[in-house]
C-alpha cells in the first residue's frame, strides 16, 4: 500500500502516509508502554517514534501536489482542475489534526522601567532618567576628595563661597556676622528634608557642628561614573555646583555615606521624589552614568511622582538678613548689704598672779602687785609717805 502511495503520489505522498502511519503506531507505544513488532521497546522510543512521525508528515506535506485526493467528489468542472473561490471557501477540507500549524512567537515581556520612561511627560524627571548613560561602576583608584578641589570655592564669583551661599538659601531665621558684606551665617533653623526634623545651627571653630553640607551625589559615587576622567577643573566646579549641595544634619549626613538612589535613599518619605530628581539633575547636567540597579531604583521612585518636574536651584543674593549681636552677659547680682561688725571689747587687764615668798618690807613694784610670805601672809606692793620705792606690806 505505501508503495503505491509512493507510485500515485510521488515522494510526497509516501513520506506522508508513512508518517501518520509511524504516528498512529507512536501513540500506541506510549499508552501501552511497548510495540514489539515495531522495535518500540518502550514509551519513550514511542515518544522519538513520535517526533519522526511529526516530521515525515511536514516534510510530506510540503513536497506533495497541493491539492489532495479525497472521498468527495469535486464541486464542477473537469476534475482535477481548480474549484472557484467560492467552491473553495465551502468545499476545503479542515486541517488534519497531523498537519504542521505555525506558531506566532509570543510578544516578548514589556520591560517596566523602560515602559514607564517611554511614557513619562517630556520636562519631567521621570523622562530625564532615559538620557542617562547605563553602564557598571568604574574602579575607585585615584579617588580622594583633594581631587575635586579646594572645599566651598567661590566657583560662581558671587564674593561668597558656597557652603555660606547653601546655608543662606537652606536656613531659616538667618543672622549674618557683620564685616563679611552679607555672606557668613552665624546661626538660623534648619528643616533637615533628609530627616524633617529641626536641627539649630550656631556658627563654631569646631568641626562638629549639628549642619553639614551633602553632596546630593556624592564625589566618591561621580568618581566612579565618569568623574575620573575629567580635568580638575570641571570637578571642582561639580564638587562647588550648589545645585549638588543639600544643608542637612550631621548624622544622616554620615549614614549616607557616598550611597546612590540603589543604595541609599532619605528616611523621610515625603523627599525621595524631590531627592531623586535632583540626582537626576545633576548625573543629566554633568553626564554621568547610573548603574543599572541605580536607573531602576529612579524610576521606581519617580513613578509614584511621574509629574516631578527637573529641578534648579538659586543662591540668593548677598545680605538680606539681620546681623548676628553676641549676647550680652548677664548682669552680675548686686551683693547683699552686710550688718555692721559689732565692736571688739577692750580687755580687762588683769592684775598679775601674786608673788610667791615675799619679804616684807622689800622693795616691789608695780604698785598694787600681791604676795606671799613663806609662811602664806598676804602682802601688797604700796608706798608710804616719805618712800622713795613701793615695798611689801600687809595688805
Not at 60 to 75: E, F, R
Not at 389 to 394: I, Q, V
Request: include cysteine; charged fraction near 15%; charge should be positive.
Amino acid at each position: 500500500m505505501t508503495a503505491l502511495a509512493g507510485l500515485t503520489s510521488g515522494i510526497g505522498g509516501l513520506l506522508l502516509l508513512a508518517g501518520l502511519f509511524a504516528f498512529v503506531v507512536a501513540v500506541v507505544t506510549m499508552i501501552r508502554g511497548r510495540v514489539g513488532w515495531a522495535h518500540l521497546p518502550t514509551r519513550a522510543a514511542g515518544a522519538l517514534a513520535l517526533v519522526g512521525a511529526l516530521v515525515a508528515v511536514a516534510v510530506g506535506t510540503a513536497v506533495s501536489p497541493a491539492t489532495v485526493p479525497t472521498s468527495a467528489p469535486p464541486s464542477a468542472g473537469t476534475i482535477g482542475a481548480p474549484p472557484s473561490s467560492a467552491s473553495a471557501a465551502t468545499t476545503a477540507p479542515a486541517p488534519s489534526p497531523t498537519s504542521p500549524v505555525t506558531v506566532q512567537p509570543a510578544p516578548p515581556d514589556t520591560d517596566p522601567v523602560e515602559s514607564a520612561i517611554a511614557g513619562a511627560q517630556p520636562g519631567t524627571a521621570l523622562a530625564l532618567v532615559g538620557t542617562l548613560t547605563v553602564k557598571g561602576r568604574g574602579p575607585m583608584t585615584g579617588y580622594s576628595r583633594d581631587e575635586f578641589g579646594p572645599a566651598w570655592t567661590d566657583t560662581d564669583r558671587n564674593g561668597c563661597d558656597q557652603r555660606n551661599d547653601t546655608l543662606r538659601r537652606d536656613l531659616k531665621d538667618v543672622t549674618l556676622k557683620s564685616g563679611t558684606n552679607g555672606c557668613t551665617v552665624m546661626t538660623g533653623r534648619l528643616t533637615d528634608p533628609y530627616t524633617a526634623k529641626t536641627v539649630r545651627f550656631a556658627r563654631t571653630t569646631s568641626s562638629a557642628s549639628p549642619v553639614q553640607i551633602d553632596h546630593v551625589v556624592a564625589l566618591a559615587d561621580a568618581w566612579v561614573k565618569g568623574a575620573a576622567g575629567w580635568p580638575q577643573a570641571k570637578r571642582t566646579t561639580f564638587a562647588n555646583d550648589t545645585l549638588n549641595l543639600l544643608a542637612v544634619s550631621s548624622g544622616v549626613n554620615a549614614a549616607k555615606g557616598s550611597g546612590d538612589a540603589a543604595t541609599w535613599l532619605p528616611p523621610a518619605k515625603a523627599y525621595r521624589c524631590a531627592y531623586v530628581a535632583r540626582q537626576v539633575a545633576v548625573k543629566a547636567k554633568y553626564r554621568l552614568a547610573v548603574t543599572p540597579a541605580e536607573r531602576s531604583a529612579m524610576v521606581a521612585v519617580l513613578t509614584g511622582c511621574a509629574t516631578t518636574r527637573v529641578p534648579t536651584v538659586a543662591v540668593p543674593k548677598l545680605g538680606g538678613f539681620p546681623l548676628y549681636a553676641a549676647p550680652r552677659p548677664a548682669p552680675s547680682p548686686k551683693p547683699l548689704p552686710q550688718p555692721a561688725p559689732k565692736p571688739t571689747p577692750s580687755p580687762v587687764p588683769q592684775p598679775p598672779a601674786p608673788t610667791q615668798g615675799v619679804h616684807p618690807g622689800a622693795f616691789c613694784s608695780p604698785q598694787g602687785a600681791l604676795g606671799y610670805t613663806s609662811a602664806g601672809t598676804l602682802m601688797r606692793c604700796t608706798f608710804k609717805s616719805g618712800d622713795i620705792r613701793a615695798r611689801w606690806r600687809a595688805a
